[in-house]
Every structure is written in C-alpha cells, then in structure tokens.
C-alpha cells in the first residue's frame, strides 16, 4: 500500500505538470486563462468522483486498504477547486471585487461554484484522524455533504455549459455520479433488507 499510495500522489500531480509542459511548450492554447481555469474545475470533479469511487471499488476489488488513500484523493480535490477559483480571481479578474460581482450577476453558475469550494473547506479541516477521534459519529455525518458538494459542481458545470449548449463531457461526469450514487442507494436498500430479516427471525 505505501508503494501504491505514493504512485498515486505522483499521479494526481499529473495535471501540474502537463500544465507547466504546455506552458513551457507553448499550447496553453490562445487563452491560457481560460484554458487553466476550465482543466483545474474538470480536475476538480474528477477528483471529488475518485474519492467517492473508493467505496465501491473496495468492495468490488476486496482490498479494504483502499480507503486509506481516499483522505489524499479529497485533499487533491480541494487543491485543484482552490486552483480552480484562484485562476478565475487572480488572473482572470486581478482581485477586481466590482469586476466580479458583475460577472457573477450575468452568469450565476460563478456563484454555484463558488458555494460547493466553500462547504469544501470544512471537509478538508476535518479530514485528519484527529478530527475524526474529535467529531466522532458527527465526523461521518459532516463529510456526507460531499455528496451535495459533487451536485453543486455539477449543475456549475452544467450550467457553464448551457451557454454554449455544450453538454457532452458533463454529461459523462454526470453519468459516472448517478452510478456511483446508485450503488449507494442499493447499499443502503440491501442492509435494511437484510436487517429487517434478521428481526423478522428473532
């Protein structure tokens, strides 16, 4: 697992370096702000939806030890959201607090965005073994909000989209949470099924 876990992180630095590759080889595209601040928010998604693949791929595969790589997969997840919003305020709007709220006001979805980073944060305070001897039960319940989190981002992806009635790649992320969610739900159905006939014995 520490091998595994290290070829992981090395992994989940990939996008860094294929920006910094494109960016010293000259294929940022004609809009390198544009460019970055849409890959950062598709990586952001990409990441929240590894880390909810994790349960599900540990059953299926029967390696319990997945979930220790499932804390780094958030963090990742919160690192490329940050990149995300930083792109778009930094070099996209230089801090102009005027120049973003009118930007806000014409396209919403900055707002959606701008929310799912927000509830975010507190996952990410919260995602060491401290934090979870300190919340205890309530621990499980706050970082269940990873699941309106990923809808957020979705519906700000979705809505971004929409201007340009672009729907193909979303759609796929869509997709891949449906299914994820799916298999949650049939989780959930099947142990209440079964405890239900484990009382129905006693």
């Given at each position: 697992?520490?091998?595994?876990?290290?070829?992981?992180?090395?992994?989940?630095?990939?996008?860094?370096?294929?920006?910094?590759?494109?960016?010293?080889?000259?294929?940022?595209?004609?809009?390198?702000?544009?460019?970055?601040?849409?890959?950062?928010?598709?990586?952001?998604?990409?990441?929240?939806?590894?880390?909810?693949?994790?349960?599900?791929?540990?059953?299926?595969?029967?390696?319990?030890?997945?979930?220790?790589?499932?804390?780094?997969?958030?963090?990742?997840?919160?690192?490329?959201?940050?990149?995300?919003?930083?792109?778009?305020?930094?070099?996209?709007?230089?801090?102009?607090?005027?120049?973003?709220?009118?930007?806000?006001?014409?396209?919403?979805?900055?707002?959606?965005?701008?929310?799912?980073?927000?509830?975010?944060?507190?996952?990410?305070?919260?995602?060491?073994?401290g934090w979870m001897r300190r919340l205890g039960r309530k621990w499980q319940a706050l970082h269940r909000m990873v699941y309106g989190i990923v809808v957020l981002a979705l519906l700000h992806y979705?809505?971004?989209?929409?201007?340009?009635?672009?729907?193909?790649?979303?759609?796929?992320?869509?997709?891949?949470?449906?299914?994820?969610?799916?298999w949650r739900v049939w989780g959930w159905w099947r142990a209440r099924g079964l405890r239900r006939y484990g009382q129905a014995r006693h």
């Amino acid at each position: 697992m520490p091998v595994f876990k290290t070829l992981l992180f090395i992994v989940c630095l990939f996008p860094i370096a294929r920006w910094v590759w494109l960016g010293t080889h000259d294929g940022l595209t004609a809009n390198p702000v544009e460019f970055l601040t849409r890959s950062s928010g598709r990586w952001t998604l990409t990441g929240l939806l590894l880390t909810l693949s994790v349960s599900p791929l540990r059953v299926l595969l029967k390696q319990p030890t997945l979930l220790r790589v499932r804390r780094m997969l958030g963090l990742f997840s919160f690192f490329y959201a940050c990149l995300h919003f930083t792109t778009y305020v930094w070099w996209d709007q230089w801090f102009d607090v005027v120049a973003i709220l009118a930007d806000v006001a014409k396209r919403p979805f900055i707002m959606v965005g701008f929310a799912a980073l927000v509830l975010l944060i507190p996952l990410a305070v919260t995602s060491t073994q401290g934090w979870m001897r300190r919340l205890g039960r309530k621990w499980q319940a706050l970082h269940r909000m990873v699941y309106g989190i990923v809808v957020l981002a979705l519906l700000h992806y979705w809505w971004q989209k929409a201007g340009k009635n672009d729907f193909a790649v979303v759609t796929i992320y869509v997709a891949v949470f449906a299914g994820l969610m799916a298999w949650r739900v049939w989780g959930w159905w099947r142990a209440r099924g079964l405890r239900r006939y484990g009382q129905a014995r006693h």
